[in-house]
């Protein structure tokens, strides 16, 4: 589903990602590790077809980004670290505002659905934006991506800031989405988090992919210390 | 497009520091509306106060011949127009008195700057001063972190993402600052409508649609300007710096700086050297109170001639009517001539300023302000113009009963029937028609388009050239 071919990208002649190669399979989560300034965001913006790769090539469902970003980008949904809805206008506002925007007229039934599969609780629907909490926030920009039937979710540091019981819920949601047949790639610096969500883990440094593994081949403390070694060399 | 722009109005509408700023604006702009009115009102019921009074004097006129009727003159008013009260223009600076009277055309008096105490000489308030300076500004400051905030807050990407185009998101927050312009310039001219309904004529309100017009281009220029450079940088205080100095230099400095360089381009003769040229010519002409006067006996010889008799006491006439109506006429020529050419350089004058809304869209706007509300220079001099034909259709009447009502030559003492006063119609300003004056704007206007169509392509052009990270 997602597939990225030697692709180098570099700002002010310094390498932001050098001959990155990866793919993610259909149903398949992908964790990003790394530090900052490893990339990740970088991968995620030329994916996002809002950066174009100097060399390489980056696909979604076999399309590529730089030639054909109006139609990939129907298939993707993107989760910021931050998500920054418009504050004055309740969960379920927000909701209806960013599919409307995509073309999508849903019934408020379906909108309240889309909210309650995300994890949004029934008593905040109606609340205003700017009284909800990060990880409330979060949950509405999943369901802004779920109502769009998205195949490809694209998330950005989405564990940092979270409460563990908000991590913990968006640990569950992912796996649904998987379950549902989504493809996602996590960048992340949450080792655990990665571990316990991710079928696969790359670690990125200095643009570079060191290192891929499956999850279930190593444990959170193998993994926590094979991250370290990577970063000090 | 449409979601977009009622999303923006609903934040809009959401922003309690808008809203009271829009009440605080509304309540100042019907004030100035008010004010205006009532200073209208009271103007115009002075101003017909003083004409009755003046004509009631004129048709009682007595213990005066025809000739000393002329120097005893009357005075014209120059009447509010109604649409004064949205953009007074000129008028506060010119003067609104003229006294007519023989062989002298006098300045006219009593302008309302003249008038003022001292602190309001610094500026009262004013719609055309909440229309032109402030809400520009309000909608530069609704504006200016339009685009900027959306990438600062990443909600960029996600509108993007939700197949926004770039060129749809700048145009629709241009379009929904521009329609709270709009609604505040509605709402401007709404009340004034509704107040002078009954008033309002074809040519009225053809003035208030190109008046608004002219507002509508403006206040779309600013929102798209200020949303392009919104769009152009990643922090919005360069944005808002970058626009508010393009303001400062559109409403402060170019002005000021095209009208001193315009005033050397087509440069006016002083007051003194005006006059002393006026004078100069005058002197050469025939002098109407001089009997001795080489022009006045050739003129004598002429019109002996004429009624074929050899002494001015055999005239059936009074020649002292003819003469001082040909010392009339001799002033009218210098005067044509040298209001002729002060005029022909302040139509130059007008010419390039107006010609420097290429650079600066505000020029054309005040430019076209001012001329729609049927407040410039031009509906000034267009009122002096009636009031000079005027003037010189009187003296003309007086001097020829002088000459031709009855009494002879010499006869100072002959004064005419109260009746002939009466027939002598009073001064009536006929408001320069929409259709006649409507072209001297037509440069402004295109401008203002053309500066609307430039904005559109700034906001196309920076579209393209948005970064969103």
């Known amino acids: 589903m997602i597939k990225i071919e030697n692709a180098t990208k570099s700002f002010q002649g310094v390498n932001a990602i050098e001959n990155l190669s990866l793919s993610i399979e259909k149903g398949e989560i992908l964790g990003l590790l790394g530090a900052n300034g490893a990339g990740k965001s970088t991968t995620i913006n030329m994916l996002l077809g809002f950066i174009h790769p100097d060399s390489g090539s980056v696909f979604i469902d076999q399309m590529n980004v730089s030639e054909k970003t109006k139609e990939v980008r129907k298939l993707i949904g993107y989760i910021p670290e931050n998500v920054n809805l418009y504050p004055y206008l309740s969960g379920i506002e927000n909701l209806d505002y960013f599919c409307r925007l995509a073309g999508m007229k849903y019934e408020k039934r379906e909108l309240e659905k889309f909210l309650i599969t995300c994890g949004l609780q029934n008593n905040a629907f109606n609340n205003k934006v700017s009284t909800y909490s990060k990880g409330m926030r979060q949950k509405v920009g999943i369901a802004i991506a779920y109502a769009k039937k998205t195949k490809v979710y694209l998330l950005d540091e989405p564990a940092s800031g979270l409460d563990p019981l908000a991590s913990n819920e968006l640990s569950i949601l992912l796996k649904k989405l998987v379950a549902e047949g989504a493809t996602i790639l996590m960048a992340s610096h949450d080792i655990f988090r990665v571990r316990e969500v991710c079928d696969r883990i790359g670690i990125l440094k200095k643009g570079n992919l060191v290192k891929e593994i499956r999850s279930r081949d190593v444990s959170a403390n193998e993994l926590e210390n094979l991250y370290i070694e990577y970063m000090k060399n | ?469």
Not at chain 2, 195 to 202: A, C, T
Not at chain 2, 381 to 387: D, E, T
């Open chain 2, 1 to 469: 497009m449409w979601i977009i722009i009622k999303n923006e109005l609903y934040s809009l509408y959401r922003n309690n520091a808008l809203l009271a700023i829009s009440i605080g604006f509304i309540l100042a702009l019907l004030l100035s509306i008010l004010l205006g009115m009532v200073q209208a009102q009271n103007h115009t019921k002075s101003y017909e106060q003083a004409k009755n009074k003046l004509r009631k004097q004129w048709e009682n006129i007595e213990g005066m011949n025809a000739h000393g009727a002329a120097h005893y003159g009357t005075y014209v008013f120059k009447p509010y127009d109604l649409l004064n009260s949205l953009d007074e223009g000129v008028n506060s600076v010119t003067g609104n008195v003229l006294k007519l009277e023989g062989h002298v055309q006098n300045e006219i008096v009593y302008s309302e700057a003249s008038q003022m105490q001292f602190i309001s000489k610094f500026g009262k308030l004013k719609s055309s001063l909440l229309l032109q300076y402030v809400l520009p500004l309000i909608l530069i400051f609704l504006a200016f972190h339009s685009i900027s905030s959306e990438k600062q807050s990443g909600r960029l990407k996600l509108l993007l993402l939700q197949e926004a185009k770039s060129l749809t998101i700048i145009w629709a927050k241009t379009l929904s600052v521009w329609l709270y312009g709009l609604a505040l310039l509605t709402f401007t001219v709404s009340i004034y409508s509704l107040i002078n309904l009954e008033n309002i004529s074809l040519d009225i309100g053809s003035r208030l649609l190109f008046f608004y017009l002219s507002y509508a281009l403006f206040y779309f220029i600013i929102s798209g300007l200020t949303v392009f450079f919104s769009a152009q940088y990643k922090n919005a205080t360069v944005a808002l710096t970058s626009m508010l100095g393009i303001w400062i230099v559109w409403t402060i400095f170019l002005p000021n700086i095209v009208m001193s360089s315009v005033e050397k381009w087509h440069d006016l003769p002083s007051r003194n050297e005006f006059q002393a040229d006026m004078k100069e010519d005058r002197s050469k002409g025939l002098d109407g109170h001089n009997p001795l006067d080489e022009r006045a006996k050739d003129l004598e010889a002429k019109t002996l001639e004429k009624y074929g008799v050899n002494d001015i006491a055999d005239l059936p006439i009074n020649f002292d009517g003819i003469r001082m109506q040909a010392d009339e006429e001799y002033g009218n020529q210098v005067w044509d001539k040298h209001f002729g050419n002060l005029n022909n350089i302040l139509a130059k004058q007008k010419q390039s300023y107006q010609l420097a809304g290429i650079f600066n869209p505000f020029i054309s706007l005040k430019n076209a302000s001012m001329g729609f509300a049927a407040s410039d220079n031009y509906h000034h001099q267009n009122f002096l113009k009636q009031a000079e034909n005027y003037r010189r259709r009187l003296i003309k009447a007086l001097n020829d009963e002088h000459a031709y009502g009855g009494s002879k030559t010499g006869d100072w003492s002959w004064e005419p029937e109260s009746d002939f006063y009466k027939s002598i119609p009073d001064y009536t300003y006929k408001p320069m028609s929409f259709s006649y004056s409507a072209p001297n704007y037509l440069i402004d206007i295109s401008l203002l388009f053309i500066w609307s169509v430039l904005t559109s392509l700034f906001m196309f052009f920076g579209a393209r050239k948005m970064e969103i990270i």
